[in-house]
C-alpha cells in the first residue's frame, strides 16, 4: 500500500481498522458502556483519515541523521520539497536550496547535490575506471543517484551498453530533475536503468563488465552493508572480463576506524592488487586486472568536450591533475592499519 498510498495515508488505515476490530469486540459485549465505546470507537476510525497531512519538508528534513546536541529545527526545515514520494524502500525528496542547487535525500539522508564536492565526488568516482580500461564495453553502476556517475562511466564512444542498478524506484523517477545536469543519461540508448540492487544486477548480467562501479549509500544504512562483504566481491570479480576493473566507493565521514579497517581488508582479500584513490573527502579502491595508464584517460578527455567543461567546474583542467588523485597500492594501506 505504500507506495500507492503513501506512509501517513498507509497507517491511517491500519488505524481506522484497528478502530473497527476493536469496536466489533466491544459490540460484542452485552454490557451498555461497552457498546457506547464500540460507537465511539466506529466514529473515531473514519475520522483518522482526515488528520492534516505530513510536513514533507519536516519529514525529509534528516534530522535523526544530522543532529547532534541542541537541535533546532530550523537548521534542517527550510525548503518544501520539489517532490517527495514514499517508495517501496524509502521515502525520496528532491530539494532546490538555490539556482541550480539540488539534493537528493532518501529516508532524509543527503545521497546526492550538486554541490561542488559532491560533483567532484560523483564525477571522479565514474572516470578512474577509464584509467585502467582500454575498450570499456560494457559498464555498469550500482546506484543512480544524481546520474552524474553514470554518465561519467557511460559517456565515453567505446561503451556499448551500460545497465545501473537502483534499489529505489522513485529515485529513478527524479533522473527528471538531474536529467539537464547528466547530459539525460537515462535517455541515451546504450543506457539502462533497473529497479534492483546491485548483487541481482551483477549476477543476473548476461555478459561480463568491462568496468563496474558501486555507489551504493554508506554501510550502516540496512542492506548496504550486503555490498561490501567478502562473498559479493568475488561474485564481482568472477564477472569482471579480462582487463576489467571494479570500483568502490568507501565514505571517511560517519564511520569508525574499525569498520573502515574491515571494509578495506575485505576488499584487499578478493583484489590483492587493488589500487586507493582520493575522491574528494571520501576513498575509491579500484581492483582488476587493468593497468593504470595515463593515456587511456586522455584518450577520453580529448574525445569528451562535456568532459573538459564537467572537469573544468570542479577544478580540473588536465588528466595530469587528475592523476594526482591517486595515493598507493591499497596493499599499503592495509599494511599500515593499527
Not at 18 to 45: E, H, P, T
Not at 206 to 228: H, K, M, Q, T
Request: contains cysteine; charged residues 15%.
Amino acid at each position: 500500500l505504500i507506495p500507492s498510498l503513501g506512509v501517513q495515508r498507509s497507517l491511517q488505515l491500519a488505524a481506522c481498522g484497528f478502530f473497527w476490530v476493536a469496536a466489533i469486540y466491544a459490540y460484542q459485549s452485552r454490557k451498555s458502556v461497552a457498546r457506547f465505546a464500540a460507537a465511539i470507537l466506529l466514529l473515531l476510525g473514519p475520522t483518522s483519515v482526515f488528520l492534516p497531512n505530513w510536513d514533507s519538508a519536516l519529514m525529509s528534513a534528516g534530522v535523526a541523521t544530522h543532529a547532534s546536541g541542541k537541535l533546532s529545527l530550523d537548521n534542517f526545515v527550510r525548503h518544501q520539497p520539489m517532490f517527495y514520494g514514499d517508495g517501496i524502500s524509502g521515502s525520496v525528496a528532491i530539494l532546490c536550496w538555490a539556482p541550480g542547487g539540488l539534493t537528493l535525500r532518501v529516508n532524509g539522508k543527503p545521497e546526492s547535490s550538486l554541490a561542488v564536492p559532491d560533483r567532484l565526488d560523483q564525477t571522479l568516482l565514474g572516470l578512474l575506471p577509464h584509467f585502467y580500461v582500454r575498450d570499456p564495453k560494457h559498464v555498469g553502476v550500482i546506484g543512480l543517484g544524481s546520474g552524474l556517475t553514470l554518465r561519467a562511466l557511460a559517456g565515453s564512444k567505446k561503451v556499448e551498453s551500460a545497465i545501473c542498478a537502483e534499489l529505489e524506484p522513485l529515485v529513478i523517477e527524479t533522473d527528471r530533475y538531474w536529467a539537464p545536469y547528466n547530459g539525460q543519461i537515462l535517455a541515451d540508448p546504450r543506457v539502462k536503468a533497473r529497479y534492483a540492487d546491485g548483487r541481482t544486477m551483477i549476477m543476473g548480467s548476461d555478459r561480463p563488465f568491462d568496468a563496474l562501479v558501486s555507489v551504493p549509500s554508506n554501510p550502516w544504512i540496512a542492506g548496504i552493508g550486503n555490498l561490501y562483504t567478502q562473498d559479493f566481491y568475488q561474485s564481482v570479480r568472477d564477472k569482471l572480463n579480462p582487463g576489467g576493473v571494479y570500483l568502490q566507493w568507501v565514505n571517511l565521514y560517519a564511520i569508525s576506524p574499525a569498520d573502515l579497517q574491515i571494509i578495506l581488508r575485505t576488499f584487499h582479500s578478493v583484489f590483492p592488487e587493488a589500487q586507493l584513490w582520493a575522491i574528494g573527502g571520501d576513498i575509491a579502491l579500484i581492483g582488476g586486472n587493468g593497468r593504470a595508464s595515463r593515456d587511456l584517460m586522455q584518450d577520453y578527455y580529448r574525445e569528451a568536450l562535456w568532459l573538459r567543461l564537467e572537469l573544468a567546474e570542479i577544478g580540473f583542467s588536465s588528466v595530469d591533475q587528475l592523476v594526482g588523485s591517486y595515493l598507493c597500492p591499497l596493499a599499503t594501506a592495509v599494511e599500515h592499519i593499527p
